[in-house]
């Protein structure tokens, strides 16, 4: 046992228990106060994850491995947050969402739904990377956007759906990558450019302004699209 269950809270419905160590490990020493849990099943008695300052996790979400927890941030649902991940500042991991590797989430970004940030992937600023399931009469529609690799998604981006943000590829801006899109390599999409439906941005692309690049659409290579453009 690395960890009891010491003082208690609640916010709303939830009871809260912050968390004490019970002997040193990583940057913890024993007697060390960390962040607010609902239950033991919320943060593994091994390896060296925690959860410090006002950091909380509730419902079914896990802290494990290596992973910290810390800031103001919440994991919740039935979030996971594992390997040498990072979720700090009031960055949110919620629902079914995973953050593993060594992948960061800070600021006030939000990671929900089904989707999956891993690798050295960076997620910040108020960046949302989410998916959203769609039930309608029989049919089942579900998403889990992906960013990984070396990544970085921030400011006021979104990827959802099933979109893919990966290599050392940028999304920022008011930027958004959503239904089955990629942005990969060196590419950028920033400003207010939408990437959607099967459009493949890669290379060392330039998608920015209000530029649209949706369909099939493939920009690679050194290509800029800017301004008011439209490519399908």
Known sequence: ??????????????????????KDFSNVKKGDLGGWIEKKSNLSQQGNCWVSDDAIVFG???????????????????AWVSDD??????????????????????????????????????VFGNARVFA?????????????????DNAWVSDDAWVSDDARVFGSARVFGNAIVY??????DDAR????????????????????????VSGFARVSGSAWVSGNAIIN
């Open 179 to 184: 239904h089955n899109a990629w942005v990969s």
């Open 189 to 212: 999409v920033f400003g207010s450019a939408r990437v959607f439906g099967n459009a493949i941005v890669f290379g060392n692309a330039i998608v920015f302004g209000n530029a649209i």
């Open 85 to 122: 991940a990072i979720v700090f500042g009031s960055a949110r991991v919620s629902d079914d969402a995973r953050v593993s590797g060594s992948a960061r989430v800070s600021d006030d970004a939000w990671v929900s739904g089904s989707a999956r940030v891993f690798g050295n992937a960076r």
């Open 132 to 148: 959203i399931a769609i039930v309608s009469d029989d049919a089942i529609v579900s998403g889990s956007a992906r960013v990984y």
């Open 60 to 78: 079914s979400a896990r802290v494990s491995d290596d992973a910290i927890v810390f800031g103001n941030a919440i994991v919740s649902g039935f």
């Open 1 to 22: 046992m690395k960890y009891k269950l010491t003082n208690k809270k609640t916010t709303g419905d939830i009871t809260l228990y912050q968390i004490e160590a019970l």
